[in-house]
């Protein structure tokens, strides 16, 4: 019989003191789903079946209506950071698993990350600095509470 | 591996609207003409159907994401996957029911 010997494993051992960002990722995706399905669903309910004009109640002066609670504000940005950093996780995963070639798939990546950063300060700030009665516009296009021009 | 393929191509198509969504909703800050016109595209009976697409993908998406956090943690999860599975699909039939009517109504009405 002959006696097998077994090399020792040539790759070093993974450093245990660094982050596991996939891990943090992972958790991530079930952390932030469980919440957005709260966020969504009363998205979804205020303003397509709550009102009796469904979609067709939705125009400036219904966003301006809601925007001038915080509690809307705060439920908008809380989606709008959670859902965007989740979705544009989940299309990393997928590039990663479709997009062999290194040089595109790097540029793909910039490019997600890219995107979303501009997206998510551009909705915040368009949710901070939100103008309901600016000057200029229709009376009939604004919220009820706009003073008279 | 339905349940995988159907998660990644919602997940996609919701990501993509998302988007879309958040440069139309930009408009707000441009003036109440810009963003109502591009809303009221929104209104068209063929974007009604767009939207009922979405929400069915939405649905579906978030139904079998809890699914899958279940299988990740609960103990008796991966034994019961396939059972939860159905009940993602019945739960999610269950909600469209809901839903369709009310959306159809409104695109049909004259608000
Ligand atoms: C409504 C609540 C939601 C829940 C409960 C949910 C849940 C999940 C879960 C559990 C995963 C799997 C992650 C993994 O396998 O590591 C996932 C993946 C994904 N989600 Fe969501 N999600 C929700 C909303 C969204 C939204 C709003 C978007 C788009 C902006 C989105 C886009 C994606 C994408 C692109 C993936 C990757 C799919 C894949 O890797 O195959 N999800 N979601």
Request: aromatic fraction near 12%.
């Amino acid at each position: 019989m002959t006696t097998e010997t077994v090399e020792a494993p040539r790759s070093a051992r993974v450093s245990r003191r660094s982050t596991n960002w996939e891990k943090w990722a992972w958790l991530y995706m079930r952390g932030s789903g469980v919440l957005l399905i709260v966020l969504i669903f009363g998205h979804l309910f205020t303003n397509l079946i709550a009102d009796e004009g469904g979609v067709k109640a939705v125009d400036f002066a219904f966003v301006a209506g809601k925007w001038a609670s915080p509690f809307w504000q705060i439920w908008d940005t809380l989606m709008l950071w959670l859902a965007l950093i989740h979705g544009s996780n989940g299309m990393r995963t997928i590039v990663n698993d479709y997009v062999s070639n290194s040089t595109l798939r790097r540029i793909m990546l910039v490019a997600l990350l890219a995107s979303s950063i501009v997206l998510i300060v551009l909705g915040t700030l368009v949710i901070y600095t939100f103008d309901p009665c600016p000057s200029g516009a229709l009376q009939s296009q604004l919220p009820s509470f706009c003073p008279a021009q | 591996m339905w349940s995988w393929v159907l998660h990644r191509i919602t997940g996609v198509a919701i990501y993509f609207f998302l988007l879309v969504h958040i440069l139309d909703s930009a408009l707000l800050r441009v003036s109440p003409r810009a963003y109502n016109a591009v809303i009221d595209t929104y209104k068209q009976p063929i974007m009604g159907i767009g939207e009922a697409a979405l929400v069915a993908a939405i649905m579906f998406h978030a139904l079998n994401g809890i699914r899958i956090i279940l299988i990740d943690f609960w103990g008796g999860g991966p034994k019961r996957q396939r059972l939860m599975f159905w009940l993602v699909l019945v739960v999610w039939v269950i909600l469209m029911a809901g839903f369709l009517p009310r959306q159809i109504g409104v695109i049909l009405s004259e608000f």
